[in-house]
């Protein structure tokens, strides 16, 4: 095998990476919303508690914990990926970029990349795994857009 007949059969590949990448960073995006919401996996707030319901926080975190649950199943991918990507993208100018423009050093590092992994998903769609795609292949679907 050459090396472009590789590279042209690695590349037949990205429908289903781009779906590994949507999955991936859902599930660990959600992980932020439910550690700040119901202390799960653990507890991440100042005290150990949980995030108020009616504050900026407590939004962020239901933003992340159920938004990330539709990324994770690629259900209606494109909104709710851009929806997040201006969370995070809020994220980083109120709680990180205040401290510094580098990103290692202000910690906004998860929140940078958040937001462009959810601004691509929001262009791009959620590939081929995902109920998206399945809702776009049934015959009802295509019955309605004829």
Not at 41 to 56: E, F, H, K, R, W
Request: a positive charge; aromatic letters at 14%; hydrophobic letters at 55%.
């Amino acid at each position: 095998m050459t090396a472009p007949t590789v590279v042209a059969r690695w590349s037949t590949w990205a429908p289903q990476l781009r779906s590994v990448l949507r999955i991936f960073a859902a599930f660990t995006f959600m992980q932020f919303g439910t550690a700040k919401l119901f202390a799960f996996p653990g507890a991440i707030m100042p005290g150990g508690g949980t995030a108020p319901v009616v504050s900026l926080v407590g939004l962020a975190s239901i933003l992340e914990s159920f938004g990330g649950a539709l990324l994770l199943v690629g259900l209606f991918t494109r909104p709710v990926a851009f929806l997040l990507a201006g969370e995070m993208a809020v994220a980083y100018f109120i709680g990180h970029g205040s401290h510094g423009f580098w990103t290692v050093l202000n910690q906004g590092t998860p929140a940078v990349i958040y937001c462009f992994v959810w601004l691509y998903l929001s262009a791009a769609g959620a590939g081929p795994w995902s109920l998206d795609a399945r809702i776009a292949r049934s015959p009802r679907s295509a019955a309605t857009i004829a």
